[in-house]
C-alpha cells in the first residue's frame, strides 16, 4: 500500500472516529436520544456513520489528490509514512499550533462577549437551556480538530486554491499568494455562513447576528487555514482542537465552577 492510500486510510479512520465522539454532545443539545422514536437508536447512530464516512471519502480523496498540486499536505503524517523521524518536526509545530489555537479561543470568547454588549448572542445551547457537561465537549473537540479541518481545510480551502490557481500562478507554476488567502478566507467566511439556516430554525436573523455569527466562526478558520498552508493539515488539527478545548471545555468548565 503506497503512502497517498496509508494516508486516506488514516484520515478516514480519524474521520469516522471524530464522528462517533461527538454523538453524546449532539444528543444532549438535542435534549437527549427521543424516546418516542420509530426508528432504534442504533440505527440512528449506524446511519449517521454511514452517511459521513461516504461524505468523508469523497473530500479526504479529493482533498489529498488536489493538495499536491497546490503545494499542500501532511509533512508529519507522510514523513512518519515513508520512514522518516518525526520528533523533532512534530516539536516544531506544537508551540504555535497549540499557543495559536488558544489564542483563537480566547478571541472568540472576546469577540462574542463584545457582540452580547450589543445584545446579540445565540447558541444552540443557550437556544435549547442545555449545557452539555464537558466531558462531552472533551469528546466534541475531537470533531472540531479532525472533521472540520479535513473538511474545511484539506477540501474546501484545497478546491478553492487549486481553482484559483488554474487561472493565475507565479512564474514557477506555484499558486499565488493572492490565491491562497483568497482560500484561507473564503473556506472560514463559507464555515461561517453555513451555520446561518440552523440559527434561522431557533431564532429570527438580524443583520448583525449574521454578521456575529459568520465573524466568531471564520476568525478560527483564518488562523487554522494559514497554519495548513505555513505548517501543514496537522499544525491545523492541533490548533483547532486547542480552540474548541477553550470554548467547549475550559469556558463551560469556569462558568459552573
Known amino acids: 500500500m503506497n503512502t497517498n492510500r496509508k494516508l486516506f486510510l488514516i484520515l478516514w479512520t480519524a474521520s469516522i472516529f471524530g464522528v462517533i465522539a461527538i454523538l453524546p454532545y449532539v444528543f444532549t443539545l438535542q435534549g437527549g436520544i427521543p424516546e418516542n422514536s420509530q426508528i432504534p437508536i442504533y440505527l440512528l447512530i449506524v446511519g449517521q456513520i454511514i452517511q459521513n464516512a461516504l461524505i468523508f471519502t469523497i473530500a479526504i480523496f479529493i482533498g489529498l489528490k488536489l493538495a499536491k498540486k497546490v503545494g499542500f499536505g501532511l509533512p508529519i503524517l507522510e514523513g512518519w509514512l515513508e520512514g522518516n523521524k518525526i520528533k ?125 455569527t459568520i465573524a466568531l466562526n471564520a476568525l478560527g478558520g483564518i488562523i487554522f487555514g494559514w497554519l495548513y498552508w505555513k505548517k501543514g493539515l496537522e499544525s491545523a488539527m492541533i490548533s483547532h482542537f486547542s480552540a474548541d478545548i477553550v470554548l467547549h471545555v475550559i469556558v463551560p468548565f469556569l462558568v459552573f465552577i
Open 88 to 212: 523533532d518536526d512534530l516539536k516544531s509545530i506544537l508551540g504555535i499550533s497549540i499557543g495559536l489555537g488558544l489564542l483563537a479561543g480566547v478571541l472568540i470568547v472576546g469577540l462574542d462577549y463584545l457582540f452580547s454588549l450589543m445584545g446579540v448572542t445565540i447558541s444552540v445551547a443557550q437556544a435549547s437551556s442545555i449545557t452539555p457537561p464537558v466531558w462531552q465537549g472533551f469528546l466534541a473537540s475531537f470533531y472540531g480538530g479532525i472533521n472540520e479541518e479535513i473538511m474545511l481545510r484539506l477540501f474546501l480551502m484545497t478546491l478553492l486554491v487549486w481553482v484559483f490557481y488554474k487561472i493565475k500562478k507565479t512564474k514557477e507554476g506555484n499558486p499565488t499568494k493572492l490565491s491562497i488567502w483568497l482560500g484561507i478566507v473564503l473556506a472560514a467566511v463559507i464555515f461561517g455562513a453555513g451555520h446561518l439556516p440552523a440559527l434561522m430554525s431557533i431564532t429570527t436573523l438580524t443583520s448583525l447576528l449574521v454578521i456575529r
